[in-house]
């Protein structure tokens, strides 16, 4: 059966400048892509809860918020509060990714894993029911303008089919 394809533009390359002007250009898409990064998980440093209340503000698309961030446990709700829809989290970086799950849904929120190119499936395997999304990585994550990693597309297949297996409702994203 054929999924439904989704545009989820990232703001990373934004000017934060003009970020609502920015955030409101996207026009038709299905959701807006927020890149939040700790310097620390990731090389980069981004942005905070106070920047996604002004993306929220903006727009009335969802918000798909995608945590590069260590301990994402104690940030969830700060992210959800400021008007994160979709919370993304990296099980590379996330040391109870169940409990991390079930705290996004118990925030009412719609929770997403999130893999490292090298990241197997199998490390997720145990939350799959438990999630709406998750999410690919085709690039390292941390740093705009690198190439795809091709073998990220086996990767991508062998989940779908995993899940359709299952007859388990999750998406997909590609990030990179």
Request: net charge negative.
């Amino acid at each position: 059966m054929a999924r439904p394809v989704r545009i989820a533009p990232s703001i990373l390359s934004a000017d934060f400048g003009r970020l609502a002007e920015e955030v409101r250009a996207i026009g038709s898409a299905d959701y807006v892509h927020v890149d939040v990064m700790d310097g620390h998980f990731v090389p980069n440093l981004t942005i905070g809860p106070v920047v996604i209340e002004a993306v929220k503000r903006a727009t009335a698309l969802p918000l798909d918020v995608h945590l590069m961030i260590e301990d994402a446990e104690r940030w969830v709700g700060a992210y959800a509060k400021a008007g994160a829809d979709i919370i993304g989290v990296h099980v590379e970086a996330c040391p109870h990714l169940h409990r991390t799950v079930g705290q996004i849904r118990e925030l009412g929120k719609k929770p997403c894993v999130v893999l490292n190119p090298h990241t197997p499936i199998e490390a997720v395997d145990a939350e799959l029911r438990d999630v709406a999304q998750v999410l690919i990585m085709s690039v390292n994550p941390g740093c705009g303008g690198q190439s795809f990693i091709r073998s990220q597309l086996e990767k991508i297949r062998d989940l779908r089919r995993l899940l359709d297996e299952r007859g388990w409702d999750v998406d997909i994203e590609i990030d990179g």
